[in-house]
Protein backbone atom coordinates (compact mmCIF):
# COMPACT_ATOMS: atom_id res chain seq x y z
CA UNK A 1 0.00 0.00 0.00
CA UNK A 2 1.53 3.16 -1.00
CA UNK A 3 0.35 6.49 0.59
CA UNK A 4 1.12 10.22 -0.96
CA UNK A 5 0.67 12.45 1.97
CA UNK A 6 1.45 16.39 1.59
CA UNK A 7 2.60 18.25 4.75
CA UNK A 8 1.44 21.53 6.39
CA UNK A 9 1.99 23.09 9.79
CA UNK A 10 2.06 26.14 11.83
CA UNK A 11 5.05 27.60 14.53
CA UNK A 12 5.19 29.97 16.88
CA UNK A 13 8.36 30.55 19.23
CA UNK A 14 7.84 33.53 21.53
CA UNK A 15 10.28 35.07 24.13
CA UNK A 16 8.70 36.39 27.16
CA UNK A 17 11.64 37.89 28.61
CA UNK A 18 15.09 37.20 29.18
CA UNK A 19 14.51 34.11 30.96
CA UNK A 20 11.20 32.62 29.95
CA UNK A 21 10.18 31.40 26.75
CA UNK A 22 7.28 29.32 24.29
CA UNK A 23 7.32 27.02 21.74
CA UNK A 24 4.81 25.39 19.83
CA UNK A 25 4.44 23.51 16.46
CA UNK A 26 2.27 21.30 15.14
CA UNK A 27 2.08 19.02 11.81
CA UNK A 28 -1.20 17.87 9.64
CA UNK A 29 -0.09 15.06 7.01
CA UNK A 30 -3.40 14.40 4.74
CA UNK A 31 -3.92 11.56 2.25
CA UNK A 32 -3.52 13.19 -1.05
CA UNK A 33 -6.23 11.02 -2.63
CA UNK A 34 -8.18 10.38 0.91
CA UNK A 35 -8.16 13.36 3.34
CA UNK A 36 -9.65 11.57 6.22
CA UNK A 37 -6.75 9.38 6.74
CA UNK A 38 -4.39 11.99 8.51
CA UNK A 39 -1.89 12.29 10.76
CA UNK A 40 -1.28 15.33 13.07
CA UNK A 41 1.80 15.82 15.10
CA UNK A 42 2.00 18.25 17.41
CA UNK A 43 4.74 19.78 20.71
CA UNK A 44 4.53 22.70 22.81
CA UNK A 45 6.99 23.42 25.29
CA UNK A 46 8.11 26.16 28.14
CA UNK A 47 11.84 27.00 28.22
CA UNK A 48 13.39 28.17 31.73
CA UNK A 49 16.69 29.34 32.57
CA UNK A 50 17.56 28.99 35.83
CA UNK A 51 20.84 30.77 36.16
CA UNK A 52 23.79 31.35 33.73
CA UNK A 53 24.61 27.63 32.68
CA UNK A 54 21.10 25.38 34.47
CA UNK A 55 18.00 25.62 32.17
CA UNK A 56 15.02 23.93 32.11
CA UNK A 57 12.46 22.64 30.00
CA UNK A 58 8.98 21.30 29.82
CA UNK A 59 7.28 19.78 26.66
CA UNK A 60 4.33 18.34 25.75
CA UNK A 61 3.74 15.95 22.56
CA UNK A 62 0.49 14.45 20.79
CA UNK A 63 0.12 12.18 18.21
CA UNK A 64 -3.09 11.14 16.09
CA UNK A 65 -3.21 9.05 13.45
CA UNK A 66 -6.94 8.07 12.07
CA UNK A 67 -5.40 4.94 11.11
CA UNK A 68 -2.74 3.64 12.88
CA UNK A 69 -0.86 0.22 12.24
CA UNK A 70 -2.98 -2.73 13.62
CA UNK A 71 -2.61 -2.80 17.89
CA UNK A 72 -1.27 1.03 17.82
CA UNK A 73 -3.26 3.61 19.58
CA UNK A 74 -4.80 6.46 17.10
CA UNK A 75 -3.58 9.15 19.68
CA UNK A 76 -0.55 8.86 22.07
CA UNK A 77 0.77 11.76 24.17
CA UNK A 78 3.79 12.10 25.92
CA UNK A 79 5.03 14.87 29.23
CA UNK A 80 9.04 15.36 28.89
CA UNK A 81 11.31 17.22 31.75
CA UNK A 82 14.79 18.25 30.40
CA UNK A 83 17.18 19.41 32.14
CA UNK A 84 20.25 21.36 30.30
CA UNK A 85 23.70 22.36 31.75
CA UNK A 86 25.66 24.84 29.15
CA UNK A 87 29.79 25.33 29.78
Keep these: NQHIRYSLFLSLDYQFNKTTGFNTITYYQPEFLFPGDYRVSHESSLR ?33 NVFRYEL
Excluded at 49 to 65: G, V
Design 48 to 80: FSINQHLKFRIAYNLNHDTYPPEGAPKTFYSIM
